[in-house]
């Protein structure tokens, strides 16, 4: 069931279902989460089973601010605390050493705990709704609402799509962000990025003075992350990169027998048949982010076979969205 979440009484009504242990579709700036109290064990168990996610893959657990840190977080180191102060509420992950006893199925037993405070208007309602409960829900767990490996959702419709009308949706509209948020493991006394988003390296660095080291540079054993499996975020068609060159050759070599086809470009390309589906990517980075999974999504239930993608620049800005396309290009 979707529920408006700018109602107040929707936004009470999914507080009240979180405290008794139920399941809910919650919007943020970044994708739709499916959220559980982080504290209740059962609750936590039930999205690992809707979404068919290994329980060894951690959630994020989401606060309403950034007090709410102490109350599962050991310690904040101060390059931690620089991030937090630059860019809470917003789209940024940091991955903390866990306080004993608090969130451990959430975090899949791991010392460490990922911790959110979200900047979407619905979400910091509900998060701040479910502080005011007797007993309170300090943090709600939440990864992405699709079944594991799917693509994310970015409206209320898609989370209905991945896990039918039972489900209680809070409706906060289309995502601004369109892509996960961006992960800092804060736990190596350096900002270590375990995934990409809309906060870039440089934001990072700019914030906290020293620059992200990327997993690779890093000796073994990192944290698992399933946002970090290679072959995540894929959609059912099989989707390929290529330069607008490779692109329009393709096309060329198809001519016109092409079909159950997709391309998304920047650059003009020309059809050899009107029965490829063709979407223009934006120029702006952000804007490809605020609709890409949506545009994944849009060309699975046209029912094409093919996505060909114009590979996006190499520029900082594009590292996130860059991420998402190579994992679904891999599956
Ligand atoms: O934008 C987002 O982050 C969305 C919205 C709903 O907030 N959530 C999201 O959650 O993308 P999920 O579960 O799909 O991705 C969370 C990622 C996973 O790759 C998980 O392994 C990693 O965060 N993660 C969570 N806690 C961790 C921890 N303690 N150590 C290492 N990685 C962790
Ligand atoms: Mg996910």
């Known amino acids: ?13 999914a507080a009240h279902a979180l405290q008794r242990g139920e399941l809910l579709g919650l919007p943020t700036e970044t994708v739709y989460g499916l959220a559980a109290d982080a504290d209740n064990e059962a609750a936590v168990a039930a999205i690992f089973a809707a979404k068919g996610r290994p329980s060894n893959h951690p959630l994020i657990v989401h606060v309403a601010d950034a007090a709410a840190i102490t109350r599962f977080a050991k310690e904040v180191p101060l390059f931690a605390q620089q991030l937090i102060d630059a860019f809470w509420p917003g789209p940024l992950t940091l991955i903390l050493p866990r306080l004993p006893g608090r969130v451990s199925a959430a975090t899949g037993g791991q010392d460490s705990v990922g911790l959110r405070c979200p900047a979407h ?36 419709a898609h ?26 493991d804060c736990t190596r006394g350096v900002p270590v990025l375990l995934r990409p988003g809309a906060v870039s390296r440089a934001d990072i660095e700019r914030a906290c003075g020293l620059r992200p080291l990327s997993k690779d540079e890093l000796p073994a054993h990192t944290p698992r992350a399933s946002g970090t499996l290679l072959a995540h975020y894929a959609p059912d068609a099989k989707v390929r990169l290529m330069d607008a060159k490779q692109l329009q050759a393709g096309l060329d070599l198809l001519g016109a027998d092409a079909a159950h086809l997709a391309v998304y ?15 223009r990517m934006p120029d702006d980075a952000d804007a490809a982010a605020r609709e890409l999974f949506a545009t994944l999504r849009h060309f699975d239930a046209a029912g094409v076979r093919l996505i060909w993608i114009e590979t996006p620049p190499s520029t900082p800005a594009w590292e996130g969205v860059r991420d998402r396309l190579q994992r679904a290009a891999a599956a």
């Open 1 to 13: 069931m979707i529920l408006n979440g700018n109602l107040p009484a929707a936004v009470a009504q």
């Open 121 to 156: 208007p619905v979400a910091h309602s509900l998060l701040q709704a479910c502080t005011q409960l007797q007993p309170p829900v300090w943090g709600v767990a939440a990864p992405s609402a699709n079944r594991f490996g799917r693509v994310s959702p970015t409206t209320a």
């Open 159 to 184: 989370v209905q799509s991945e896990f039918g009308d039972d489900l209680l949706v809070l409706d906060g509209g289309e995502c601004a962000v369109g892509i996960e948020s961006t992960i800092i």
């Open 265 to 279: 470009a920047r650059t003009p390309l020309q059809m050899p048949s009107a029965k490829v589906q063709l979407r």
